[in-house]
């Protein structure tokens, strides 16, 4: 079995209805726990001319502007905070404080989404503004907040 490299752009990964970190290793994804999930159908995003799209069944559909939904996150890096215990698993390579940082639009291009996240997306609409942004853009990047402070466990 071939080992699974560090990354710092965690992936979710739904596993039993729960959103998992996972790193890619080839056509597979290896989740925290270290299970290979293969067969899944995952969805993509596309950032065209700097608006972030996301692929559903039926093509693909507009979450909003990258600049936006960076903004919406909190910056162009996003850095999660682990305990010691936290931090002793192998793949997980923080630094010595437990902080391990990421670029947002780096890790928001590599990302895919199973089913039921795209479904919730799909759901929203995107006319409807939440201030300066629409409520797609707002949901996306509340739900990717949530996905990252899970660690793995939401």
Known sequence: MQEPTKCLSPTALSQNDHFTASL??????????GL??????????????????????????????????????????????????????????????????????????????DKEFVANIESVDADTMDGEYSMRASVFADLMIAIWESKGDL
Do not use: H
């Open 36 to 113: 290979f999930a293969t067969g899944m159908k995952r969805y993509e995003t596309d950032v065209r001319d700097g608006v972030l799209f996301l692929e559903t069944d039926d093509g693909w559909i507009e979450i909003g502007s990258l600049d936006g939904i960076c903004e919406l996150i909190g910056g162009e890096t996003y850095v999660l905070e682990y305990d010691e215990q936290q931090r002793s698993v192998s793949w997980l390579d923080t630094d010595a404080e437990g902080k391990l940082s990421f670029d947002v639009r780096e890790t928001l291009r590599e990302m895919s989404y």
């Open 24 to 33: 890619a290793v080839s056509d597979r994804t290896v989740n925290a726990f």
